[in-house]
């Protein structure tokens, strides 16, 4: 069965730093491209992060230079590190997979990071 | 990049159809023929329903269909359900700068 399970999320203060992790089961993350995806309370979806299978990375203008992506193939997990944490980056946050680059599917659970002092 | 516009909400009774537009620009949905729709139930994560505009992975009912004129997507549901209640939303590939962006939501409720 092909799954995500996020974890890793918590309580942080402004300015603070947090790393999230995707671990994959049923597929090989380093195949795929695979995307974070956060969700502020309340709120709509909106993109943040993609790594393609070949290691290029790209951001949202939002989090650009202070997330970095990242993946560890030994272990089939996704990473997303987080500094300079702003208010507005409080969210539910899923990793996903990118079939075919240009969907996602399956989505993982969600981990919530609040950024609050 | 702004989020594609979508209504924020529709209704309908159980066996009627709705329509959820998405309205984006030609830099985004008008450019590329790669719109995907999302549903979400609360407190759950998102679940793939139409991609490619008008693809439907296996295991969804064929009372959800997409369709793309111009630079508006569009997601029917045919033969509402009470299942169906939910926010479903849209994403379009944007290009290689902005990648992907998603719509603002729509709140489907069967009455």
């Known amino acids: 069965e092909v799954q995500l399970v996020e974890s890793g999320g918590g309580l942080v203060q402004p300015g603070g730093s947090l790393r999230l992790s995707c671990a994959a089961s049923g597929f090989t993350v380093s195949s795929n491209y695979m995307s974070w995806v956060r969700q502020a309370p309340g709120k709509g979806l909106e993109w943040v992060s993609v790594?393609?299978?070949?290691?290029?990375?790209y951001y949202a203008d939002s989090v650009k230079g202070r997330f970095t992506i990242s993946r560890d193939n030994s272990k089939n997990t996704l990473y997303l590190q987080m500094n300079s944490l702003r208010a507005e980056d409080t969210a539910v946050y899923y990793c996903?997979?990118?079939?075919?680059?240009?969907?996602?599917?399956?989505w993982g659970q969600g981990t919530l990071v609040t950024v609050s002092s | 990049q702004s989020a594609l516009t979508q209504p924020r909400s529709v209704s309908g009774s159980p066996g009627q159809s709705v329509t959820i537009s998405c309205t984006g620009t030609?830099?985004?949905?008008?450019?590329?023929?790669?719109v995907s729709w999302y549903q979400q139930h609360p407190g759950k994560a998102p679940k793939l329903m139409i991609y490619?505009?008008?693809k439907r992975p296996s295991g969804v009912p064929d009372r959800f269909s997409g369709s793309k004129s111009g630079n508006t997507a569009s997601l029917t549901i045919s033969g509402l359900q009470a299942e169906d209640e939910a926010d479903y939303y849209c994403?379009?590939?944007?290009?290689?700068?902005?990648?992907?962006?998603f719509g603002t939501g729509t709140k489907v409720t069967v009455l």
């Open positions: 994403c379009s590939y944007a290009g290689s700068y902005t990648l992907y962006v």
């Open positions: 030609s830099s985004d949905v008008g450019g590329y023929n790669y």
């Open positions: 490619d505009v008008s």
């Open positions: 996903a997979r990118g079939l075919g680059a240009f969907r996602f599917d399956p």
């Open positions: 790594i393609y299978s070949g290691g290029s990375t």
